[in-house]
């Protein structure tokens, strides 16, 4: 039916190229959620009044995601290409583009995981506290879990955004529906198959978008 729609469309390239947007999405993804909680986590426990207060890391810490927050994505893949080069052995194709993938995103979460934690009843932490709970049973059982309705609508953000971070590493050969729509469809000057891959990609957002304000809402207890 999509042949009949769009003659110039290749069906089966277009099933992988959503398939290299799925894997880059999930794969970045995770790697996104567990680099963003450790940095989150960092930035919240070193700040003034934190329980490993420590000013010096702190600002580390902070200047490391504020940096890469600010350097566009685009830029940030050309940046990292040496290092991408010498990780996954290639620049081009979709494992390649989740370094920067990761990179570029987990800062972003980052700041998103220490802004949940700082809504933490303060009274929960210190009840945990003065039963002697050590710091990591505060973060496990106390700060993430109370934490946890925000946490997934940080992820839910994130993951939005590394979509949109898919398709313009696919301009650069990263694959996945923004090097389909770039290659075969404006180069070409075919404007059908750029059109199928945004709707595809507003699709793909929609879905992540359901889910994550699902599980948000089962999450919140108030």
């Known amino acids: 039916m999509l042949n009949d729609l769009f003659p110039?469309?290749?069906?089966?390239?277009?099933?992988?190229?959503?398939?290299?947007?799925?894997?880059?999405?999930l794969f970045a993804l995770a790697g996104t959620i567990i680099l963003g909680i450790i940095l989150g986590l960092l930035l919240y426990l070193t700040m003034q009044g934190g329980m490993w207060q420590n000013k010096t890391l702190n600002f580390i810490v902070a200047t490391v995601v504020n940096v890469f927050r600010a350097i566009p994505f685009i830029i940030?893949?050309?940046?990292?290409?040496?290092?991408?080069?010498?990780?996954?052995?290639?620049?081009?194709?979709?494992?390649?583009?989740?370094?920067?993938?990761?990179?570029?995103?987990?800062?972003?979460?980052?700041?998103?995981?220490?802004?949940?934690?700082?809504?933490?009843?303060?009274?929960?932490?210190?009840a945990a506290t003065s039963m002697g709970a050590k710091t990591r049973?505060?973060?496990?059982?106390?700060?993430?879990?109370?934490?946890?309705?925000?946490?997934?609508?940080?992820?839910?953000?994130?993951?939005?955004?590394?979509?949109?971070?898919?398709?313009?590493?696919?301009v650069i050969g990263a694959g996945g529906l923004g090097d389909y729509a770039y290659f075969f469809g404006f180069q070409r000057r075919d404007f059908d198959v750029v059109l199928v891959c945004t709707i595809l990609i507003v699709v793909i957002v929609f879905i992540f978008q359901f889910i994550g304000d699902y599980l948000s809402t089962k999450l919140d207890k108030r």
């Open 76 to 126: 940030l893949i050309l940046l990292l290409f040496p290092f991408t080069d010498f990780l996954i052995g290639t620049i081009r194709g979709p494992t390649a583009a989740l370094p920067a993938l990761i990179i570029g995103s987990a800062p972003f979460y980052g700041r998103l995981v220490e802004i949940a934690l700082k809504e933490v009843d303060k009274g929960v932490i210190e």
């Open 137 to 170: 049973t505060i973060i496990f059982r106390v700060l993430l879990p109370e934490s946890m309705p925000a946490l997934v609508s940080g992820i839910t953000v994130t993951a939005i955004a590394l979509i949109g971070y898919t398709a313009m590493a696919g």
């Open 8 to 25: 110039n469309l290749d069906v089966q390239d277009l099933v992988e190229a959503t398939y290299e947007t799925f894997y880059m999405t």
